[in-house]
Every structure is written in C-alpha cells, then in structure tokens.
C-alpha cells in the first residue's frame, strides 16, 4: 500500500517556472525508481522524467533541458523543476513510483496549465 502527496501544480505563464513534487509513503521503504508522466486530453500518457534509487535520471526529449528530477528524504520524495514552460506542456501529471519488485504504484495527477 502507498500513498502519494502530489503538490505544486496550478496555471503559469509560458516562460514561467512551477516546481511539482510526490512524497510517497505507505508500507513500500524503497523505490528503485521515480518519476513523472503526463497526459493531456486526448492524448496518450508518456513519460517526462524518472530517476532511479542510484540517480540515474531519464528524460522525455521534448522537457529535455527544461526539466529537472530530484529525489529527497531516503528516496521517497521526487521534485520536478520546471521552467521555460510552453503551452503544449499543459497536462496531468502523475507521480509514478517502481518497486524493488518492479510494482508500479501512482499518484492522483496534479493540474499543469500553462497559457498566457
């Protein structure tokens, strides 16, 4: 069982900046992997930005760049940073977390608009 707290969404300018962070918690200690995805109306879900327990860091080519993934407390919480927004980043996006045994666990998704 895990929970997400999923935070820092809301609307920003293009341009702008927004930090998201997950802190998980829950009977799972560990993860060997975190992440964000994020879908949009009509769209299919895809991966943003994952990071493994040993940092290892993957990035979509799209937010390469402009996104930063970050894990904090013993790996249980990751932060996105994001800046130079664009409109075509407007989405859900949802924490994601990988278990030890490869169990795939989920936030709720927290709201990005991005629009002038």
């Known amino acids: 069982q895990v929970q997400f707290v999923e935070s820092g969404g809301g609307l920003v300018q293009p341009g702008g900046s927004l930090r998201l962070s997950c802190a998980a918690s829950?009977?799972?200690?560990?993860?060997?992997?975190m992440g964000w995805y994020r879908q949009a109306p009509g769209k299919q879900r895809e991966l943003v930005a994952s990071?493994?327990?040993?940092?290892?860091?993957n990035y979509a080519d799209s937010v390469m760049g402009r996104f930063t993934i970050s894990r904090y407390n013993i790996k249980k919480t990751v932060s996105l940073q994001i800046d130079s927004l664009k409109p075509e980043d407007t989405a859900v996006y949802y924490c994601?977390?990988?278990?030890?045994?490869?169990?795939?666990?989920w936030g709720q998704g927290t709201q990005v608009t991005v629009s002038s």
């Open positions: 994601n977390a990988v278990s030890l045994s490869r169990d795939q666990y």
């Open positions: 829950g009977s799972i200690s560990m993860f060997y992997r």
């Open positions: 990071i493994t327990n040993g940092g290892s860091s």
